[in-house]
């Protein structure tokens, strides 16, 4: 059982940058496909990137957010540049050991979110 703590979100002004941070516990951190999604008011839970033996971008952020991973640390960054007031949502951090998935259903363990606010 892995639980996850997202941290980094805030407010930015648009062009700026943020990079969120999730620490996980309680599980082999390094077995895990680990993944960022974000949730705009009213809309759909969509995917952002992925991370397992390769990584995988949206089309939306693809050249602008990076997603990486420090196993001895336990945690999954996503640098986020060049940000637009359409990047505005709640991101959350997700994990599974069923290798890569690019929906919500593929992932079982998720943490509580974090608010990025991108002022335009």
């Known amino acids: 059982q892995v639980q996850l703590v997202e941290s980094g979100g805030g407010l930015v002004q648009a062009g700026g940058s943020l990079r969120l941070s999730c620490a996980a516990s309680?599980?082999?951190?390094?077995?895990?496909?680990m993944a960022w999604f974000r949730q705009a008011p009213g809309k759909e839970r969509q995917f952002v990137a992925c991370?397992?033996?390769?990584?995988y971008y949206a089309d939306s952020v693809k050249g602008r957010f990076t997603i990486s991973r420090d196993n001895a640390k336990n945690t999954v960054y996503l640098q986020m540049n060049s940000l637009k007031p359409e990047d505005t949502a709640v991101y959350f951090c997700?994990?599974?050991?069923?290798?890569?998935?690019?929906?919500?259903?593929?992932?079982?363990?998720w943490g509580q979110g974090t608010q990025v606010t991108v002022s335009s």
């Open positions: 997700a994990g599974t050991l069923g290798g890569v998935g690019f929906t919500r259903g593929k992932y079982n363990y």
């Open positions: 309680g599980g082999t951190f390094s077995s895990y496909t």
């Open positions: 991370m397992g033996w390769t990584t």
